[in-house]
């Protein structure tokens, strides 16, 4: 089971940082993603990192402005997001790929990953 925290309301420009926790199963193994999702619109990714945490990957709209990171020893992924916009408000999903010891994150696709949360919400307000 997976478990995200950290979600909130915040202004632009802010910083907030979400936790993924998991219960009942090792994730030291396996790939990690973040998604997000707003009322009437697709799930879409946002980060993934390489079980090792040596790689990452994120789409275009939240380079530089997010992070993606990982405590396997704590079981927990972390996504820490500055400068956040009014763009980024959404519910926020994290999971774990399907397939362990993945090479790569850059061609997964959210077909790759089971194991949802049930996602914290980031309000971010103009």
């Known amino acids: 089971q997976l478990v995200e925290s950290g979600g909130g309301l915040v202004q632009a420009g802010g910083s907030l940082r979400l936790s993924c926790t998991a219960s009942g199963r090792s994730i030291s193994r396996y790939a990690m993603g973040w998604f997000r999702q707003t009322p009437g619109k697709e799930r879409e990714f946002v980060a993934a990192?390489?079980?090792?945490?040596?790689?990452?990957y994120y789409t275009d709209s939240v380079q530089g402005r997010f992070t993606i990171s990982r405590d396997n020893a704590k079981s927990t992924v972390y996504l820490q997001m500055n400068s956040l916009k009014p763009e980024d408000t959404a519910i926020y999903y994290c999971?774990?790929?399907?397939?362990?010891?993945?090479?790569?994150?850059?061609?997964?696709?959210?077909?790759?990953?089971?194991?949802w949360g049930q996602g914290t919400q980031v309000t971010v307000s103009s």
């Open positions: 990192i390489k079980w090792s945490g040596s790689s990452t």
């Open positions: 999971a774990a790929d399907i397939a362990a010891l993945r090479s790569t994150v850059h061609t997964m696709r959210q077909a790759d990953f089971g194991s």
